[in-house]
């Protein structure tokens, strides 16, 4: 069966969506995007990813074409039709059409246009045996904190990742790990710790780190949101990464150096049972 997509005002077979060449998303980048977890054909910690967007359209004064509540709606529709029980919802919501200026256009309606993806996220086996990261240069621009459809420094981080045998980039500045490609990064000390890095303009605001971090306070997991260095991961008991599309995947290797005992850890397993328990029991 053909895959629904929703493409300004209407469903219709994802074969036969079409936006504008002359929409601002394709020849600027200028839009937004999200992407939630469909669990048991529920979306997942949806509240956040929807504040998240509309911080990300209010960074860069785009409006939505429809409310909060309705694009709610508009997601659960498509799960329907898609018949979707695990996988992802992508939307993704640009300054709409018009010709190439770049300052904004006077009259232009937003685009929004959003497909669901099937993907095994609970039984995957890069969740059994954990993935290989691969160190690469941050070359991303200063506003990280927006959920920007500029991704062609990630397309190149994790294309260098893949040539190199790995399934995700972690992006390194003046030494430090900033995040990765798709993913926020964490890694847990000799002692137990889980450490992250803060929320800036540095980095995305991760809806599943979010909720991480909240799960492992009430789990009596000590957290601790500061900076760490490539050579503090290298010598990390265990590693990590969190998104949407992956929940909690072990990293056991970085740069082909294993990470622990290069297989993944208790705690990381640990955290990756609660996300999901989270995630069951809160899905809509």
């Known amino acids: 069966m053909d895959r629904i997509a929703y493409v300004n005002g209407d469903f219709v077979p994802l074969a036969e969506a079409r936006i504008s060449p002359l929409d601002r998303g394709f020849l600027f980048a200028d839009g937004i995007y999200e992407v939630s977890a469909v669990l048991d054909g529920k979306l997942v910690d949806n509240d956040s990813h929807l504040a998240r967007l509309k911080r990300s359209v209010g960074e860069i004064a785009l409006d939505l074409p429809v409310t909060l509540e309705e694009l709610v709606e508009l997601e659960r529709e498509l799960v329907r039709r898609n018949t979707l029980t695990e996988g992802v919802v992508y939307m993704q919501v640009t300054r709409g059409v018009a010709d190439r200026d770049f300052t904004f256009p006077k009259d232009a309606k937003p685009t ?35 959920k920007s459809v500029a991704l062609l420094a990630q397309v190149l981080a994790k294309q ?17 790990i900033t995040e990765g490609g798709s993913s ?28 991480l971090l909240a799960l492992a306070a009430e789990g009596t997991i000590t957290v601790e949101e500061r900076l760490f260095t490539l050579d503090e991961a290298l010598a990390a ?3 990590f990464i969190a998104s949407a599309s992956s929940f909690v ?3 056991v290797a970085i740069d082909d150096k294993p990470i622990g005992t290069g297989t993944p850890g208790p705690l990381t397993k640990r955290l990756r049972e609660l996300y999901i328990a989270f995630a069951r029991q809160t899905a809509v």
Do not use: Y
Request: net charge positive; hydrophobic share 45%; charged share 25%.
């Open 160 to 176: 260098a990742a893949a040539e190199a045998g790995c399934q995700e980039a972690w992006m390194v500045q003046d030494g430090f």
């Open 184 to 211: 926020s990064a964490f890694i847990i000390t000799a002692n137990d710790v889980v450490v992250t890095r803060p929320n800036s303009t540095a980095v995305l605001p991760g809806c599943t780190r979010r909720a």
């Open 237 to 239: 008991k265990e590693a």
């Open 112 to 146: 929004l246009f959003m497909f669901t993806q099937e993907k095994n996220i609970l039984a995957s086996k890069a969740a059994e045996t954990g993935i290989r990261v691969k160190s690469v240069p941050d070359l991303r621009w200063a506003r990280r904190d927006i």
């Open 249 to 251: 995947q072990a990293v």
